[in-house]
């Protein structure tokens, strides 16, 4: 991945420092400099000299008013997302961060481009303050409580963040609390904190300039982790393992005789030991109801054969039974843990053999009307019990529409899942025909047309958005009546890819890279095809490995393969965006862009690299433009703007090369 990075310096009341410092970084580093001037009382621009001001390299943005150190670094990454840089750098603007340490954060970047890097200051010497160092073992604590992770230095300004992970966020507060919440936050969802060790120079304390109110900083600060605190108390994302603790502990709560205390008894365990407040009280429930009956009984009797009174006789009962309620509730929270993450998306189609073979017979038997007619009753489930591709959904329409309310942006969700269903039950009925059943229109076929005629083998991009497979059958009309090959890992009842195999009517077939725990070997497979002149298609807007980039696509970063354009450049032949979408009701429109040329072989490893996302880029506005006439077309029901690719289950990749954008450029 080409790694973009951008420098950001917040700055508030800093006249004797900026200048300096960001001559300095101009001078001493490569990278693009953003300082947010968060409304100092001397506008920073007026501190600078015409010749910085002009250096590209630098931008200033400025806030009327001050806003707080943490709304300055939302600006950055709303600046740093628009101008698709991959990860920002904060350092502060009072000359704390040295310039030199700048280069030991990038080396570790380069070896995690997905993970958070934290620069943990060396607070060692006379200079450092006293408050600041127990600041620093403070506010740790509070992290390690709320995560159950450790970090070495939670209150560091010196930080990179990757913007994928916080493209999405919304955060809660402005001020120096922002670091503390943003950190927590990334935490939660699952994103690692790296420490790098870094030296900082605390001036004399009759030149020390802060902008941290000593009493409303530390009330917000405590405020936030008060909050994070009780919050971290209901999350759901602990382990089998400490649930079922929790569940075991809330039993043996349940069983004791403080009846009318045990919501606060859970309460204050829950506090103590770390243990999530709804499973403790899960556990409890097993004081109400018609269990009393049997458990006051119950320990009468353990209290009298043991001969402890009946109060220790609760105590033991509610420890065996909490054992016990524990364990198997660990068997049946891993379980589900499990299931869970196998029904993430893995290619299968939804529904089941039954619905899909009804959903088969009533198109096979009572036509196109019956079986759209029946989505109104089959969308609404897949809207309830599909709720990965609910939420990606959701989360396309918030970029794509962002003003639009939640129940307009509902309404779009169960349209697209609408406009999904009549797509592929189009695809069905027409698999049950040789003759042609759609009207078929095409744009720029004989794009695709010319490398044929010449035998010349081609690389088709396109995504998961219209219908490509039913669309392309309109290059029929224009003597083209061979057989493409997509490229896709296999998986267990890829029903439409069955039947695509079966019936000859069908342009696609397949080409399989991988099954169950089987390597792949891509590559060799599409250079046998390219060599026999069969076009080959890639869907890239679904990275299955670690070879894609992140490019900019409706505004935010998002992940796109950018292996169809290496294979391209090695095999010697062109790259063509190709599209289908589906207009009204009965016509399909296939779309062929002008071919791209990768010439590879002139050119250097860097060259190659920045064509290739260039390229991306390319494909990306490309798609944007085609989204702006089918908007409701994207079918990628994968949280795409939020989530890290990773290899299907049982395909090996090796590690990952990262390059940073400037020594491509160098």
Same mark, same amino acid.
């Given at each position: ?94 000359? /704390? #961060?040295? $310039?030199?340490?700048?280069? @030991?954060?990038?080396?570790? %970047? !380069? ?5 958070? =890097? &934290? ?86 304390? /009759? #030149?020390? $300039?802060?902008?941290?109110? @000593?009493?409303?900083?530390? %009330? !917000? ?5 008060? =909050? &994070? ?438």
């Amino acid at each position: 991945m080409i790694i973009r990075m951008c420098l950001c310096v917040p700055t508030y009341n800093n006249p004797k420092t900026i200048r300096v410092l960001i001559e300095e970084l101009l001078l001493k580093t490569r990278f693009p400099i953003v300082v947010v001037d968060d409304g100092s009382d001397r506008p920073v621009q007026s501190l600078l000299s015409d010749d910085l001001l002009k250096n590209a390299r630098l931008t200033v943005l400025r806030h009327e008013r001050n806003q707080g150190k943490g709304k300055a670094i939302q600006t950055a990454f709303d600046f740093a997302v628009q101008k698709a840089f991959t990860h920002l750098f904060t350092l502060d603007g009072d000359g /704390q #961060h040295l $310039v030199g340490e700048i280069e @030991k954060m990038i080396a570790a %970047v !380069r070896e995690h481009p997905w993970d958070v =890097i &934290l620069g943990n200051r060396k607070m060692t010497g006379e200079a450092v303050p006293k408050v600041s160092r127990f600041g620093k073992r403070f506010s740790n604590f509070w992290v390690n409580y709320e995560t159950r992770k450790s970090v070495s230095d939670s209150q560091s300004g010196f930080r990179i963040y990757p913007l994928f992970h916080v493209q999405n966020l919304k955060f809660w507060t402005q001020h120096f609390d922002f670091e503390i919440e943003v950190l927590i936050r990334l935490m939660w969802k699952g994103v690692t904190i790296r420490d790098v060790e870094i030296d900082v120079y605390y001036p004399p304390p /009759q #030149h020390r $300039v802060s902008h941290f109110n @000593k009493f409303w900083d530390n %009330v !917000r600060i405590s405020m936030l982790n008060s =909050i &994070l605190v009780i919050l971290s108390l209901f999350k759901s994302n602990h382990s089998a393992g400490l649930a079922s603790l929790a569940i075991g502990v809330g039993v043996f709560i349940g069983c004791t005789p403080f009846v009318g205390f045990h919501t606060l008894i859970a309460a204050g365990l829950s506090f103590l030991l770390r243990l999530n407040f709804i499973w403790l009280c899960v556990g409890t429930q097993i004081s109400f109801g018609p269990m009393p009956a049997i458990l006051i009984p119950a320990a009468l009797e353990l209290g009298k054969y043991l001969g402890v009174g009946w109060a220790l006789g609760t105590v033991i009962m509610g420890a065996v039974l909490g054992v016990l309620v524990g364990l198997i509730s660990y068997g049946i929270l891993k379980n589900a843990k499990k299931r869970a993450k196998s029904a993430a998306w893995n290619g299968r189609t939804r529904g089941g053999r039954l619905g899909n073979g009804f959903l088969k017979a009533v198109t096979r038997h009572l036509g196109l009307k019956a079986a759209y007619f029946c989505l109104y009753f089959i969308v609404p489930y897949f809207y309830f019990f599909a709720p990965q591709g609910r939420r990606a959904m959701q989360e396309y329409w918030k970029i794509r529409s962002p003003r639009s309310n939640a129940v307009i942006r509902q309404l779009l969700v169960l349209n697209q899942f609408l406009k999904f269903g009549k797509i592929l039950l189009d695809r069905l009925y027409q698999s049950f025909h040789s003759e042609r059943c759609f009207k078929i229109e095409s744009s720029g076929a004989q794009h695709f047309l010319n490398p044929m005629q010449n035998h010349q083998g081609i690389i088709m991009v396109g995504g998961h958005l219209g219908n490509w497979d039913l669309a392309s059958r309109s290059l029929g009309k224009h003597g083209y009546e061979g057989r493409f090959m997509t490229v896709q890992y296999q998986a267990e009842g890829l029903h439409f890819n069955q039947i695509q195999e079966q019936n000859e009517s069908s342009n696609a077939k397949p080409l399989p890279l991988g099954k169950n725990d089987r390597p792949a070997q891509p590559v060799l497979s599409v250079r046998d095809l390219l060599t026999q002149g069969i076009p080959v298609g890639f869907l890239v807007d679904r990275p299955v490995g670690n070879h894609f980039e992140l490019v900019p696509f409706l505004g935010k970063l998002a992940p796109m393969d950018s292996a169809p354009f290496r294979i391209a450049g090695i095999c010697k032949v062109p790259v063509i965006f190709t599209f289908g979408f589906k207009q009204g009701e009965s016509t399909y429109q296939f779309i062929a862009e002008s071919p791209k040329e990768l010439k590879f072989e002139t050119r250097s490893s860097s060259a190659k690299l920045l064509e290739g996302y260039q390229l991306l880029v390319e494909f990306s506005n490309t798609v944007e433009k085609h989204l702006n006439r089918f908007p409701d077309q994207w079918f990628n029901f994968f949280p795409y703007w939020s989530t890290v690719p990773q290899p299907p289950e049982g395909i090996s990749e090796g590690k990952a090369r990262h390059f940073l954008l400037e020594d491509l450029e160098g």
